[in-house]
């Protein structure tokens, strides 16, 4: 039988890694994934364990308390993604992340490569990889016109976001995972990530600067500005409320000890609220043009609400719920301990998973070595999967979402990006691999 659920959970994940060539969904194979998965736990009565973390072993369980357990695990990150989503789109209605293209300045490529390679990683820490993306390509689109010389920019910026995203607890979905698991904390997170992601980043863009693609200046390219560019009135008021909410949600955690959804909640509302009052503050009843008229007709909350991604949240949930249908047999701890005898050095089974990332979606990979590994909150296993998830991403365009939009968004050639990108992506996840090896040996 156990054969049959690995055949099974094979195909799904099949599935999903070819949704653009099969052109489904990839919500549609991880749904049907969990509920196939789980039912035949149910109508076969196989016995499901729960890890006792302490003593490392299986504890039968039920499969209904199993089921339970599991489903809000799962939901503590589902409603944490959605109060982040949304915070982002209340941002975006008011055309807040436009007053970013105000700090850019100069015309230097590399100038412009160290700009948008820095914004990348500190936004990224913020807002998560993929969202930072989607916002700086669409900087970068009225910055320069040129797409051969663009598409350069948009790798760097992958890689810079993906570093950026391993470092901090919201900035992205796998270490958020980890972080809402009670795997890791936000200031050791902070701690033993911080420098790892730096030289991650750092050193691709280095090693850029010395290519002829990054040479000169973009005078001759630079786009004409539109109205499209032009900042709202509360623009960048709304970008400065939404981010320090998004910013205030570790620091609730840690003074309440609540899970973060309850502080991402919080600072939703608070970010609603403002939404809401600068929204009726654009209603002049002696001056209406076509911007109120567009704006008043509903609420900005009910605007962001509507524009979420929804597939994504049910991808999740499938997928998650079918990872913890594996766990709860004990495929994975079984798994854990084959890998532990076949290969001894911890690291190497680590980085591995970052390679592997590169070419399997890195949530479902995250959460099956949630299952695998019992180490305690904190231990240093946890904080170099978070790393090795989330940057190993980088070496292929299909290998992270931040690299998938930007593959969407300027039609990236995955064979272009293998031959230019992917060794700048590999040199600077082992650069950090080895950073962080060292800070953990040797300084902390």
Known sequence: MEIILITLFVLGYLAITLEHTLKIDKLIPALSMMAVLWAIVSIYHLPVFEVDILSKRLIPSHINDLLLHHLGKTAEILVFLLGAMTI?????????FATIKNFIKTKSKKGLLFIFSLLAFLLSAIIDN?????????ILQKVVIVRNTRIWFAGLI?????????????????????????????????????????VCMIVPVLLATCLPAFTGDISDDIAKDSKEDEIHKYGSTM??????????????????????????????????????????????ITSIDEDHEKHSSHSPVHSSLSRIELPSILFFLGILMAVAALESLGMLFEFAETINNTIPNSDIVVMLL????????????????????????????????????????SMLIIGSAAGVVAMGMERIDFFWYLKKISWLALVGFISGSLAFILMRDFII
């Open 239 to 284: 970008l400065f409320i939404g981010l320090t909410a998004i910013i205030f949600v570790p620091i609730f955690k840690i003074l309440t000890h609540l899970p973060p959804y309850v502080g991402m909640m919080l600072s939703l509302a608070v970010v609603a609220t403002f939404a809401e009052i600068f929204s009726n503050a654009k209603i002049n």
């Open 130 to 138: 993929l969202t930072a993306t989607i916002v700086l390509i669409t």
């Open 354 to 393: 970052g390679f592997g990332s590169a070419i399997i979606d890195n949530v479902p990979l995250v959460a099956a070595s949630m299952g695998m590994f019992s180490q305690l909150i904190d231990d240093p296993l946890w904080h170099f999967i978070a790393f090795s998830a989330g940057t190993g991403g």
């Open 158 to 198: 992958i890689i810079s976001a993906n570093a950026g995203g391993a470092w901090s607890p919201i900035g992205d979905v796998t270490t958020t995972m980890l972080w809402i698991g009670d795997k890791v904390t936000t200031v050791k997170l902070i701690l033993y990530l911080f420098i790892p992601s730096i």
């Open 88 to 96: 982002v789109e209340i941002i975006d209605y008011f055309n807040g």
